[in-house]
């Protein structure tokens, strides 16, 4: 069975740190990686990755594909209380989209 | 604003009643997708429709009813729900059934009494 895993569930840290996602996947048929960033309402789509785009980057944000090690890693520099959401990661397989259980991401002023 | 809108943004509602949740892209995307989404758990997929044909069905009970009328609406009407059926739905679409990404709505709350 397919299956998205996501570390750590929680995370709190100060504003202006440093953080890393973690994402590892077991899905068959392996067609790209999305992270999504969901506050109060719906999840807002960041970055897709697939074997020919293995990183990305946005602002502060950025997102790395390891296709051997099946994995990914999102990475927020300098942040800020807006960052504070529910990181979700999915994997798109030979059928249908597999979402992790998401991080929580907490910054403090 | 998404491109996703869903109504209502709330909803409470008995075991025994019937409601429906209506959900609209305005994207041009042709596959759309219901999505069950509970505290502590994954995103879970319900329903996936792809060009207003139900392409998916991941062994949901046959309270929860889907309906697609046209590319750009879909539809979950709910009816003698369980209490554990209380989570938030997300609806979602995307230009193709395997292609991403899927935009997603703000969802409808359900809290069943």
């Known amino acids: 069975e397919d299956k998205v895993v996501q570390s750590p569930l929680s995370l709190v840290v100060h504003e202006g740190d440093t953080v890393t996602l973690n994402c590892s996947y077991e899905v068959t048929n392996f067609r790209s990686l999305l992270w999504y960033k969901q506050e109060k309402k719906a999840p807002t789509f960041l970055f897709m990755l697939?074997?020919?785009?293995i990183e990305k980057k946005s602002g502060r944000l950025s997102s790395i594909l390891d296709k051997k090690e099946l994995s990914s890693i999102l990475n927020i520099t300098a942040t800020q209380t807006g960052d504070s959401a529910i990181y979700l990661c999915?994997?798109?397989?030979?059928?249908?989209?597999?979402f992790g259980q998401g991080t929580r991401l907490t910054i403090n002023p | 604003e998404t491109g996703v809108t869903q109504t209502p943004r709330h909803l409470v509602m008995g075991m025994t009643n019937k409601k429906s949740l209506k959900c609209e892209q305005h994207?041009?995307?042709?596959?759309m997708y219901w999505y069950k989404q509970s505290a502590k758990k994954p995103l879970e997929l319900m329903f996936v429709?792809?060009?207003?044909?139900?392409?998916e069905n991941n062994s949901v009970p046959s309270r929860f009813s889907p309906e697609c009328p046209n590319s750009s609406h879909l539809f979950l009407h709910l009816h003698t729900l369980q209490p554990e059926d209380s989570a938030l739905y997300l609806c979602a679409s995307s230009p193709g059934e395997l292609v991403q990404p899927q935009h997603f709505g703000d969802g409808t709350r359900l809290s069943i009494l």
């Open positions: 994207l041009g995307h042709n596959a």
């Open positions: 429709y792809s060009l207003e044909e139900r392409v």
């Open positions: 999915a994997v798109q397989g030979a059928q249908k989209l597999v």
């Open positions: 697939t074997s020919s785009g």
